[in-house]
């Protein structure tokens, strides 16, 4: 399944699978005849429509195609909280919605989770075992029937806001106003024999390592340590990039990118945060305010159209342990895009606008300023 990709007019027993998948989650009204014979299964427009919605939910590619990303995700959809014991494995991490379920219940009850990311790492076995502890079982960090029924007896004592958006807007409180000290990591696209999207000349790749260096320039004047995911002729995969940001403890991550479109009518700006649409809402509230910061920068003091921020599942953005945003700078095959893309000029009011952005997460509200009005001099002390 997962060297394939599935879309309309497939059909077979992968393809049933799917489909059982969607029905489970209420996505898809059950067909009794594809369902006695896999084989007959079909992936038919109500399929496609079933799996754009899920995608669009989770923060996926709404394009209606089930590749190795929306199955994975599909499969962490169907676990619910007490199908399974959960425990912190390194190496093979426990991943799904039981395990965003166990977070949420523990946040609302007081006990730290640095994130609601259905991943079972070792931040929610730290509350795990709190939480045993709380309630006098034995501290294992496993998450079995007993510390499920514990879990269902106690009522939520945070109420009237979401808990890990209070923590994350304390953990900002406490680090203060100034720049200097802090850790960002700035994470360019693709790399090596990777190029990314090509078009008028350009290639995505380079297109981000020049934006880096010129955003780490800016940061490290106004004296915060900086970090690049890769060098010039390397291309790291997004869960070594996400390993690595959270190697260095950093404080934030900005990872670049530039967009490609079969219409060369395409064009724009867009910024992207950790986290899922619906019932089932995940997110990483600092890093939503980080990419409005961002795009609103971006978009100030740039003639770029306003694609809008939006929620996402991409690993860098789900694995990173501090905010994350992703940038999409454009489109290569818009030739208004391309040519802004391809002045210098350009790109240094755009890394300016991404420090500016930077400072901005930090600043509280009587000491910030308008959108497109602070400028990188007055960071600089």
Sequence with gaps: MAEHRYGLGNRG???AEIRSKLTQ?????????????????????????????????????????????????????????????????????QIGDDVATLQQRLLEL??????????????????VKEFQRSVGAPPDGTCGPATFKALARLSPIVTGGRADALRESERIHRAGPQLPGKVVVIDPGHGGVDRGCFSHGLSEAEIAFDLASRIEGRLAATGVRVFLTRG?????????????????????????????????????VATYYYGTVGDDDMRSTLGERFAGLVQREVVARTDLRDCRTHAKTWDLLRYTKMPAVRIELGYVTNAGDALRLSDPGFRDVVAEAIVVAVQRVYLPPDMDSPTGVLQLGQLIR
């Design 25 to 93: 989650l209420g996505l898809l009204a059950a067909t009794p005849d594809q369902d006695l014979d896999p084989g007959a299964a079909v992936f038919d427009e109500s399929v496609d429509r079933a799996v754009r919605q899920f995608q669009q939910q989770r923060g996926l590619t709404a394009n209606g195609v089930v590749d190795a990303e929306t199955y994975r995700v599909l499969d962490e959809a169907r676990w619910r909280l007490g199908d399974r014991l959960m425990s912190f494995q390194a190496g093979h991490l």
């Design 232 to 268: 010039r002729d390397t291309s790291p995969d997004e869960a070594e990039r996400a390993r690595f940001a959270n190697e260095t403890r950093g404080d934030l991550v900005v990872s670049l990118h530039v967009d490609e479109h079969p219409s060369p009518e395409a064009g724009g």
């Design 13 to 15: 027993p992968a393809v």
């Design 110 to 127: 007081g006990f730290g989770v640095d994130r609601v990311d259905g991943v079972y790492g070792p931040s929610t076995e730290r509350a």
